[in-house]
């Protein structure tokens, strides 16, 4: 069944038919339709609803919000799901990052299991500068990212380093780290 296994599908449907790309689909017919990253810029365009960036982070109320990606196998589905996406006043905008110096300007960074090697690097990065960082790897939060995607069960999961967040001047909201948690979406770890 893949990773919508069991009773998430009508959750993780609603997620995506809240970015408005899968029609009239329903949840029963996700497993066949809805792929890997689709679900992460779901999972993702949703959990950044509930994130809060120091003021000096953005210029204006409207200024956009800007998801750097790493890994050109997540960037395309990425930019299809989530350009343009509002979230309050600001529109998403989806960017491949060529150098760890683009790093700065971006709210959240995904970076893919393709670029493993170099993860630690562009976490670094972003720790400065008040970034998300968002992975798949195994080993994504040991290397100081905050949230990393996993598989568990043959479902997507959520695994978060608040404390990391919390140090890069990030708060994700308590009542929304609850949820997650309570409907064994995510996890909390802290370092």
């Not at 959240?108 to 690097?121: C, G, H, Q």
Request: glycine fraction near 8%.
């Amino acid at each position: 069944m893949g990773i919508l296994a069991g009773g998430r599908a009508g959750w993780l449907g609603l997620m995506l038919l809240s970015l408005g790309q899968l029609g009239e689909l329903r949840a029963a017919q996700l497993p066949q339709v809805a792929q890997e990253y689709d679900l992460k810029a779901a999972f993702l365009f949703n959990l950044v609803k509930f994130v809060r960036w120091p003021a000096p982070k953005f210029e204006a109320d409207t200024s956009p919000l800007l998801i750097g990606v790493r890994g050109d196998d997540a960037l395309d589905r990425f930019e299809r799901l989530l350009h343009n996406k509002l979230i309050d006043k600001r529109k998403i905008v989806v960017q491949h990052l060529e150098r760890i110096e683009e790093v700065k300007a971006c709210h959240v960074l995904f970076v893919s299991r393709a670029e493993s090697e170099r993860a630690a690097e562009w976490i670094e990065a972003g720790k400065s500068a008040a970034v998300l960082t968002v992975g798949e790897t195994q080993q994504f939060l040991d290397q100081g990212g905050m949230i990393q995607f996993s598989t568990e069960s043959e479902q997507l999961r959520l695994e978060i380093n608040e404390q990391c967040a919390r140090q890069a001047g990030l708060n994700i909201m308590a009542n929304a780290l609850s949820t997650l948690v309570n409907k064994g979406i995510a996890k909390v770890r802290n370092f």
